[in-house]
């Protein structure tokens, strides 16, 4: 259903929560205006340019309500769309299209936003080597849904979670006592095939993580002239990461220093939502 996303625990379960937050026992509103069963059908539709992202989730959504239920897109992930549009129609028992409506479109319209504002940040690196990565920047209970929007807006994932690798941040730093005793404690506990990474915000850190042995030196929160100096620095000897004030606005210049990832948590934590609506729900025989 999703690829490209390390999952540790099926999608099933993440939308069932949700589906439970919705529906305490019984959804009082869909019962009173169709007490008995009956097929039917509404139109997904799309209310705003943009890129398409969550139609299996969609689906699935209602399949865990109703087994009979289907979905025809007329769409898939990653394609633009546009405002009008009929992305699809969901065919199934009547109580379960309203009962998993908002469930549905909440994902969809979620995911929908994120690979929307991705794309956007992905055509201004249009040319360039730097490579845009997402943040551990998530929507409680939703990073397997956004951090797979981010790849279908083209961008890459960072760590799944801190299970997935070292990255040593200022805290870490001063937990360790120092840049250097914080990459010596990674390397000795971590196993030799995961990377360090380290957060360096000056560049004194820089040439001591750099003296250290850090695998990637992540250039935080530095304006373009310390991050050209601190990439001039390691010189290749390590990958760089810029992070820390990352707008779209700022990716060219980013990117023209020459730094291997910069990673943005905006892509995350401030994309809106792409409108979509499911309209016309009718009877079918």
Do not use: W
């Not at 279908?152 to 299970?163: D, E, K, Q, V």
């Not at 001591?208 to 010189?235: F, S, W, Y």
């Amino acid at each position: 259903m999703i690829n490209g996303v390390t999952m540790k625990i099926s999608v099933d379960d993440y939308i069932l929560n949700t589906l439970k937050e919705d529906i305490t026992y019984e959804d009082v509103s869909a019962n009173a205006v169709m007490p008995e069963d009956k097929q039917g059908k509404a139109d997904l539709i799309c209310k705003q340019d943009g890129i398409i992202c969550g139609l299996d989730i969609f689906r699935r959504t209602f399949e865990l309500i109703d087994s009979t239920s289907r979905f025809e897109a007329n769409f898939k992930d990653g394609d633009s769309v546009r405002k009008g549009e009929l992305l699809g129609v969901i065919y199934g028992d009547i109580k379960a299209i309203l009962s998993g409506e908002r469930t549905a479109l909440n994902y969809l319209q979620r995911m929908s936003g994120i690979a929307t504002l991705t794309r956007a940040y992905m055509d201004e690196l249009k040319g360039y080597s730097t490579t845009l990565l997402d943040t551990r920047k998530t929507t409680p209970n939703m990073r397997p849904f956004e951090k797979y929007a981010v790849t279908i807006g083209g961008a890459t994932n960072h760590r799944y979670n801190l299970s997935d690798g070292v990255l040593l941040k200022d805290n870490h730093i001063g937990a360790a006592g120092s840049v250097t005793k914080a990459i010596q404690m990674a390397k000795k506990y971590a196993p030799f095939v995961r990377k360090i990474e380290i957060e360096t915000e000056t560049l004194e850190q820089v040439r001591e993580a750099l003296a250290a042995g850090a695998d990637i030196i992540m250039l935080d929160n530095m304006d373009n002239d310390t991050m050209k100096k601190a990439v001039e620095i390691i010189d290749g000897k390590a990958q760089t990461e810029c992070s820390g004030n990352v707008t779209k606005e700022r990716l060219k210049e980013i990117a023209q220093i020459g730094v291997d990832f910069v990673s943005c948590g905006a892509l995350t934590h401030s994309a809106p939502i792409m409108d979509v609506s499911l309209k016309n729900l009718v009877p079918v025989e």
